[in-house]
């Protein structure tokens, strides 16, 4: 059974860091994707970066270059989101998801993923 859960949203100043972690189960990375994305109330689903479990290769979107890394943790089923220069506009519910890839490198769009966890609030203010 495939399953993926966040942890580490919380409450960050503007410029601040927060690191989100999502943990895999069900199956084995080296075969799928990982891509974090983030919703505010009334929008859809947004990426924000991917990663590629085999090869570690990633893509982010441009407003996150630079600020956000994703990570897969020492070959295991943990993918991380350092988030650093934290900015209000960051704010949302981050959510993991998942899905097979072949040779391909991991895709931001939002249809690829089959498999979601329930997210994690993150909140950016003064």
């Known amino acids: 059974q495939v399953q993926l859960v966040e942890s580490g949203g919380g409450l960050a100043q503007p410029g601040g860091s927060l690191r989100l972690s999502c943990i895999a189960s069900?199956?084995?990375?080296?075969?799928?994707?990982i891509g974090w994305f983030r919703q505010v109330p009334g929008k859809e689903r947004e990426p924000v970066s991917c990663?590629?479990?085999?090869?570690?290769?990633?893509n982010s979107v441009d407003p996150v270059e630079g600020r956000f890394t994703i990570s897969r943790e020492n070959a295991k089923n943990i993918v991380h989101l350092q988030m650093n220069s934290l900015k209000p506009e960051d704010t949302g519910v981050y959510y993991c998801g998942a899905y097979r890839i072949f040779f391909e490198g991991c895709s931001l769009l939002r249809t690829y993923y089959d498999y979601w966890g329930q997210g994690t609030q993150v909140t950016v203010s003064t």
């Open positions: 069900g199956f084995n990375l080296d075969f799928y994707a």
């Open positions: 990663i590629k479990g085999r090869d570690g290769s990633t």
